[in-house]
């Protein structure tokens, strides 16, 4: 049936079904709005870390790579991940994402946080002074050791596994000294050990390498600690690997690590979350001094529980509209079809049914009187005594006058003829009981 006739149907038809396809197009549009993403934000806050780390470095080219795509990265420098954690756990602080490292996390505190990615290695560095070799923790029992500073991804890390080692507080004096200020004091013999978690790349680190009274510790029971402590890996840095030229370090250092990652509350945007795993792809992607080329970014679980966007995204890559369309206008298109292919869903059928709904809202106008008309023709044929003529040929009369003003398409002419023709076979029948009721009745 072609739309026109549409004209067919009543004027109160029209309307119901009018309400009825606006109460479809209504309810998917509210169901796309249910579950519809906003658009993704121009700014997010980044928390990093203190100005000598490496996230602080790692913070600005993050800037640089998300501004070009019109997001504008805030940093917020911190004391280290121990603090970023916090910040993710206050929506107050306003921050966004932060740099994390494996071991800081604890549950069930940080449930509503997600890993996007592990960026690469972070070990932990163990350096000291004194002619005394040191090959395992628990050797700094009684000895003056930096623990790093309060807040930082250093403190989080080693307390657990000093703990382990029998070192703490009764047995060895741990000051909350971090980055250039507990360099400073192993230089000057005021602390033994020194401990930092980071990249090889900190500049302090580079530093205490390359300082001739410094030695690091090369750990002999580092796969032990990769049993106990899930988040911790063992890692190897080869002689030399640092400063051929000065052979730093010189010989294989055996060293026990985590990771760092790129952590977001659980509702970051996840057009977010693609635009910083491209970001972290270009940063973190190549061979580094413990990382194998393509290793990272990675989403194998550290402690927190990964993104399934992200994890997507590391699977299948960005999807069509990011990987050929400038970032804005791929978000765009991106939400619209959030909201056309549930409206394609309800309307396509609708549309395609409207015809037969059509077609049986014109049938039943004809097969309404058929079915008057089959009763009225029982009556006719089956009633005993003397028949209501009158009234059979009233019911004829306004049954005929109905039909009569039913409008049908002309595919529909037929059935609406041989209704009438049916009427006219009744009529003829009342007729003949007329006929036979007058020759039977007496003095006609």
Request: no cysteine.
């Amino acid at each position: 049936m072609a739309l026109e006739d549409l004209t067919l149907l009543s004027r109160h038809e029209r309307i119901r079904l009018g309400l009825l396809l606006a109460a479809l197009v209504a309810l998917a549009v509210w169901a796309s709005l249910k579950f519809f993403e906003p658009g993704p934000p121009t700014h997010i806050v980044l928390a990093s870390g203190p100005e000598f780390g490496i996230y602080h470095r790692y913070a600005v080219r993050y800037q640089e790579l998300l501004a070009r795509e019109g997001v504008k990265v805030e940093e917020r420098m911190t004391s280290g991940a121990a603090e970023n954690l916090q910040l993710l756990l206050d929506p107050k602080s306003k921050v966004d994402v932060a740099f994390m490292q494996g071991g800081v996390a604890t549950f069930p505190a940080a449930d509503n946080l997600v890993m996007l990615a592990s960026l690469y290695y972070e070990p932990l560095w163990v350096f000291y002074r004194g002619e005394e070799p040191l090959n395992r923790l628990n050797q700094l029992v009684g000895k003056r050791v930096a623990i790093g500073a309060r807040g930082s991804g250093t403190l989080a890390l080693v307390a657990p596994l000093l703990k382990a080692n029998g070192v703490g507080v009764d047995s060895s004096k741990l000051l909350t000294l971090g980055g250039e200020d507990a360099l400073r004091a192993l230089k000057a013999g005021e602390i033994d050990v020194a401990l930092y978690v980071g990249g090889t790349e900190t500049p302090v680190i580079q530093q205490a390498l390359r300082d001739p009274t410094i030695k690091l510790m090369s750990k002999t029971r580092a796969e032990a600690y990769v049993r106990r402590f899930p988040y911790i890996s063992a890692l190897t840095l080869p002689a030399g690997t640092v400063d051929l030229a000065l052979n730093i370090p010189d010989q294989d250092v055996s060293m026990i690590g985590t990771k760092a990652m790129l952590a977001a509350r659980e509702d970051l945007h996840p057009a977010l979350i693609n635009l910083l795993l491209d970001a972290a792809r270009v940063l973190h992607g190549q061979q580094g001094y413990f990382e194998a080329a393509g290793e990272f970014p990675g989403t194998a679980p550290v402690d927190l529980p990964v993104s399934a966007y992200a994890d997507q995204h590391k699977r299948f890559g960005p999807s069509i509209l990011y990987r050929y369309l400038p970032f804005w206008v791929a978000a765009l298109l991106e939400r619209m079809i959030i909201v056309i292919v549930p409206l394609l869903v309800i309307l396509v059928p609708t549309l395609n049914y409207l015809p037969q709904i059509l077609r049986w809202r014109v049938r039943s106008r004809i097969f309404r009187w058929y079915g008057e008309l089959a009763l009225l023709e029982r009556d006719v044929a089956t009633h005993k005594g003397s028949p209501p003529i009158e009234r059979w040929e009233r019911d004829l009369d306004r049954i005929e006058t109905a039909v009569r003003g039913i409008r049908t398409p002309p595919k529909f002419a037929s059935e609406a003829y041989t209704l009438r023709e049916h009427i006219d076979v009744v009529r003829r029948a009342v007729a003949a009981r007329a006929n036979t009721a007058s020759a039977s009745t007496p003095g006609t």
